[in-house]
């Protein structure tokens, strides 16, 4: 029988055999993929289970101490106030966004003035060791007491009146500080010191003495200066009674 079957069935029964293989091969394939994919979910599965597990203790004693918090802080704020907190930080996301921001460019600015700041810290710390070295800071305990003196001894209303007359006292001080002032000073000082060093039994006091002393140009050039000056305190016009003194009066 089988040696009377046609050429043509043979043929289609093999492509049909070998078409069927094929479709066995690509499931066989699939079936792989599959059972591959099943692993990998299995694993994944196994492996947050295990991460599950780890995490749940820490998960509870997290939620334990955010209960004990809560419960300690209850007396001063409720979730409602909670809650409205954070539904304000999350309104004010942009708020705090420029506020970073800001913040930044502080920091930028911060970081641009540190060596500036390093340089006159630098420079201020050279001046203070010159000034100690100069003795600044010995003189200042000493003005400290001379500015005690000054106050015990001048009153509110002598420090009023230095005010009102603080022009005319610097204008007299700039004019009395003039070179041949200075100088004019420094010799009448030196002069004067002299013949207040000189002994009494050596100045001859006696009308003759005294007359033959005019005999010396110098003393009578100063006699000549001493009687101008005379003259011009003559002519200084006395200063006016203020309103206060009048009312004293």
């Not at 499931?27 to 994944?44: H, I, N, P, S």
């Not at 006159?120 to 000493?142: R, W």
């Not at 004019?184 to 006091?205: F, G, K």
């Not at 005294?210 to 010396?216: A, E, H, I, V």
Request: no cysteine.
């Amino acid at each position: 029988m089988a040696e009377n079957t046609p050429v043509p069935v043979q043929n289609d029964v093999q492509a049909q055999l070998q078409a069927l293989n094929a479709k066995l091969d690509a499931l066989t394939e699939q079936v792989a993929v599959l059972t591959d994919f099943v692993l990998e979910q299995r694993q994944r599965q196994q492996e947050w289970d295990e991460l599950k597990e780890d995490l749940t203790p820490i998960g509870m004693e997290m939620f334990a101490a955010a209960v004990e918090e809560l419960e300690e802080v209850e007396p001063y704020a409720q979730l409602e106030d909670i809650l409205f907190f954070l539904k304000r930080l999350v309104t004010n996301l942009h708020n705090f966004e420029a506020m970073f921001d800001q913040l930044e460019s502080f920091n930028d600015l911060f970081q641009d003035l540190t060596p500036i700041a390093n340089d006159a810290f630098l420079v201020a710390v050279d001046q203070l060791e010159e000034m100690e070295k100069k003795g600044y800071f010995q003189v200042i305990p000493e003005a400290k007491y001379i500015l005690d003196n000054v106050v015990d001894a001048f009153g509110p209303e002598d420090v009023r009146a230095l005010g009102d007359n603080i022009v005319l006292i610097l204008s007299t001080v700039r004019s009395m500080t003039q070179p041949e002032i200075m100088t004019l000073v420094q010799q009448l000082t030196e002069s004067t010191q002299e013949a207040v060093r000189t002994p009494d039994e050596e100045l001859d006091i006696s009308y003759l003495g005294l007359l033959r002393q005019m005999r010396d140009p110098q003393i009578r050039l100063g006699l000549a200066r001493t009687m101008r000056l005379l003259r011009a305190m003559g002519d200084i016009a006395p200063p006016a009674p203020s309103s206060d003194n009048g009312h004293a009066q």
